[in-house]
């Protein structure tokens, strides 16, 4: 199990920018017997949680939902143990609150595919 806590949520203006940390407290990403996949996911207000973004540990391989392609984009930070997702033009469909998942094995774009989540950060866009 891995411990992630999300921060950088708030309120922007569409068109504008804002960039999410989802860090790990109880074990890092890259360990020496398993490699995790860090995702985003979003949920809206009567919307079902939708894959966001994704990013695997030893290869870095990256895998976006097409509502954000070419907006979003997915790192890593190996002395930070952290995750990040930089946001740009952002869009008023893009208000959700924002969670950080974590899982050993392929990378994937199913909720029930990963058994740890954060609280969730809570991201909104105004026009």
């Known amino acids: 199990q891995v411990q992630l806590v999300e921060s950088g949520g708030g309120s922007v203006q569409a068109g504008g920018s804002l960039r999410l940390s989802c860090a790990a407290s109880?074990?890092?990403?890259?360990?020496?017997?398993?490699?995790?996949?860090i995702a985003w996911f979003r949920q809206a207000p009567g919307r079902e949680r939708e894959f966001v973004a994704a990013i695997k540990y030893g290869d870095g391989r990256v895998a976006y939902g097409d509502s954000v392609k070419g907006r979003f984009t997915i790192s890593r930070d190996n002395a930070k143990n952290t995750v990040y997702l930089q946001m740009n033009s952002l869009k008023v469909e893009d208000t959700a609150v924002y969670y950080c998942a974590a899982r050993s094995g392929p990378i994937a774009t199913m909720t029930s595919d990963f058994r740890s989540w954060g609280q969730g950060t809570q991201v909104t866009i105004s026009s």
């Open positions: 109880g074990r890092t990403f890259i360990n020496y017997d398993i490699v995790y996949v």
